[in-house]
């Protein structure tokens, strides 16, 4: 249960449609679910605004599809997996219990258990990255986003190798809540951007690039030393990280 469903809950409660008894022994469920591998925090949503996360890298399809139905089963009615390969997505599918609806997107290595729910943030995040390699990290910045309650529009392609593409989305970076800036090679885009919009912009380096970028080194560091002020970084191919932090300032 996320802090959403227990408003909606308590709701339904004042409206006399849910007894208070029985909201009362929702509530008090077990705030963790031990499935033998796996130790489930059921009551993040309710602390945090949003349930738990899966992070499909170094789980077994098993395991996953254990844990889409131990927080299905516990009242979370969406789930997200990041880092699944579609090999690890297919089988996961193949194995949930639950009969909740599964859908991948490969280009972020997203699994999404329940579906997207309506967009409850009080603006548009706007995921801009530099370059075509960058879009699976975009990508699964975005979808996280979108995941947790919040409209979001794209802008692909606009590096600062060819800065007049940047500059015709100009209107569309300005109307944004949050701004979140992909770029691997130097990473100069977040800077860019910084400079451009009066909204907070969370930058995510990404490894794409030659030799000195060090798997994406380069542009952290870059990142990190931005003269643009409202420019915060997170770590390096961390999309989910952005999308999260971009939720949390699109909803206060």
Same mark, same amino acid.
């Given at each position: 249960?996320?802090?959403?469903?227990l408003?909606?809950?308590?709701?339904?409660?004042?409206?006399g449609?849910?007894?208070?008894?029985?909201? /009362? %022994?929702?509530?008090?469920?077990?705030?963790?679910?031990?499935? +033998?591998?796996?130790?489930?925090? !059921? #009551?993040? +949503?309710?602390?945090?605004? %949003?349930?738990?996360?899966?992070?499909?890298?170094?789980?077994?399809?098993?395991?996953?599809? @254990?844990?889409?139905?131990?927080?299905?089963?516990? @009242?979370?009615?969406?789930?997200?997996?990041?880092?699944?390969s579609?090999?690890?997505?297919?089988?996961? %599918?193949?194995?949930?219990?639950?009969?909740? +609806?599964?859908?991948?997107?490969?280009?972020?290595? /997203? /699994?999404? #258990?329940?579906?997207?729910?309506?967009?409850?943030?009080?603006?548009?995040?706007?995921?801009?990255?530099? +370059?075509? *390699?960058? /879009?699976?990290?975009?990508?699964?910045?975005?979808?996280?986003?979108e995941?947790?309650?919040?409209?979001?529009?794209?802008?692909?392609?606009?590096?600062?190798?060819?800065?007049?593409?940047?500059?015709?989305? #100009?209107?569309? !970076?300005?109307a944004?809540?949050?701004?979140?800036?992909?770029?691997?090679?130097?990473?100069?885009?977040?800077?860019?951007? @910084?400079?451009l919009?009066? &909204?907070?912009?969370?930058?995510?380096?990404?490894?794409?690039?030659?030799g000195?970028?060090?798997?994406?080194? %380069?542009? !952290?560091?870059?990142?990190?030393? *931005? &003269?643009?002020? @409202?420019?915060?970084?997170?770590?390096?191919?961390?999309?989910?990280?952005?999308?999260?932090?971009? *939720? !949390?300032?699109?909803?206060?």
């Open positions: 249960m996320d802090k959403r469903e408003e909606e809950l308590l709701a339904r409660v004042a409206a449609e849910v007894a208070p008894t029985s909201a /009362l %022994a929702r509530i008090q469920a077990a705030p963790v679910a031990n499935v +033998g591998f796996a130790e489930l925090d !059921l #009551a993040r +949503g309710v602390r945090q605004g %949003a349930g738990e996360v899966i992070y499909g890298e170094g789980k077994t399809a098993e395991q996953i599809a @254990g844990i889409i139905d131990a927080l299905e089963g516990a @009242g979370q009615a969406h789930v997200l997996a990041t880092r699944v579609a090999e690890k997505a297919r089988c996961a %599918a193949e194995l949930v219990t639950s009969g909740i +609806g599964l859908e991948y997107h490969e280009d972020a290595c /997203l /699994l999404v #258990a329940g579906g997207m729910p309506e967009p409850t943030g009080a603006g548009t995040i706007v995921v801009a990255c530099a +370059g075509t *390699s960058d /879009l699976p990290v975009a990508e699964e910045a975005a979808l996280t986003a995941f947790l309650g919040n409209r979001v529009e794209r802008v692909v392609d606009v590096g600062v190798a060819g800065l007049h593409r940047l500059l015709a989305h #100009a209107e569309q !970076l300005a944004a809540r949050v701004v979140i800036a992909v770029a691997g090679m130097e990473g100069a885009l977040a800077s860019v951007i @910084g400079g919009v009066s &909204c907070p912009v969370i930058a995510v380096p990404t490894s794409v690039g030659y000195a970028n060090l798997g994406g080194v %380069a542009a !952290l560091l870059s990142m990190l030393n *931005s &003269c643009a002020s @409202g420019v915060s970084v997170v770590n390096i191919d961390n999309g989910f990280g952005a999308g999260y932090q971009a *939720s !949390l300032i699109n909803h206060v």
